[in-house]
T-cell receptor, first 111, second 115 residues
Framework: EDQVTQSPEALRLQEGESSSLNCSYT??????LFWYRQDPGKGPEFLFT???AGEEKEKERLKATLTKKESFLHITAPKPEDSATYLC????????????FGRGTSLIVHP | DSGVTQTPKHLITATGQRVTLRCSPR?????VYWYQQSLDQGLQFLIQ???????AKGNILERFSAQQFPDLHSELNLSSLELGDSALYFC??????????????FGSGTRLTVV
């Protein structure tokens, strides 16, 4: 069974204080790993897809990296508007191709 | 606006009742997915349809059913509702089940409260 564990569950940062969120996974063949941002009461919003170990993708203050066992979402000099829950999901390379989601990391950035 | 439309946004109903949640996928997307999100369970996959046919089932209760119509919109039917069914229900869509270069596109959800 595919498993995704995200840590920490919650993270409080001061504006400008860089940090990283972790997503550890086990999957029987990885087709893709996804990062989403979810604001309270709204649907998840797609951020990145990573396909293979060593791959990196960036968007504004966010950078996602991938190894064979985990992914990191690095947040550089965060702003209050980066406050949200960040979800990680892994898509298996076979079967139904349905991604398994982690429980998420709730990030609060204080001004 | 993500392009995925869900109605209604909020629903309050009594235990034992039946409700229908509606979803219109993003234009061009053939695959529709239903998810349940609660505080203690996270985002749980319920069921997937692709071009009108059921493709995959997740942790969907027998009291729940879904279908996708020829115009590709989908409905999730929840019956004999219990207090524990209170949650956010999301619909998502993608062009195909396999290639998710841009992940899923999620709707804004339906918040169901069972009293």
């Amino acid at each position: 069974e595919d498993q995704v564990t995200q840590s920490p569950e919650a993270l409080r940062l001061q504006e400008g204080e860089s940090s990283s969120l972790n997503c550890s996974y086990t999957v029987s063949g990885l087709r893709g790993l996804f990062w989403y941002r979810q604001d309270p009461g709204k649907g998840p919003e797609f951020l990145f897809t990573l396909y293979s170990a060593g791959e990196e993708k960036e968007k504004e203050r966010l950078k996602a990296t991938l190894t064979k066992k985990e992914s990191f979402l690095h947040i550089t000099a965060p702003k209050p508007e980066d406050s949200a829950t960040y979800l990680c999901a892994v898509q298996p390379s076979g079967g139904s191709y349905i991604p398994t989601f982690g429980r998420g990391t709730s990030l609060i950035v204080h001004p | 606006d993500s392009g995925v439309t869900q109605t209604p946004k909020h629903l309050i109903t009594a235990t034992g009742q039946r409700v229908t949640l509606r979803c219109s996928p993003r234009s061009g997307d053939l695959s529709v997915y239903w998810y349940q999100q609660s505080l203690d369970q996270g985002l749980q996959f319920l069921i997937q349809y692709y071009n009108g046919e059921e493709r995959a089932k997740g942790n969907i209760l027998e009291r729940f059913s879904a279908q996708q119509f020829p115009d590709l919109h989908s409905e999730l039917n929840l019956s004999s509702l219990e207090l524990g069914d209170s949650a956010l229900y999301f619909c998502a869509s993608s062009p195909s089940p396999k290639t998710l270069n841009y992940g899923y596109t999620f709707g804004s959800g339906t918040r169901l409260t069972v009293v």
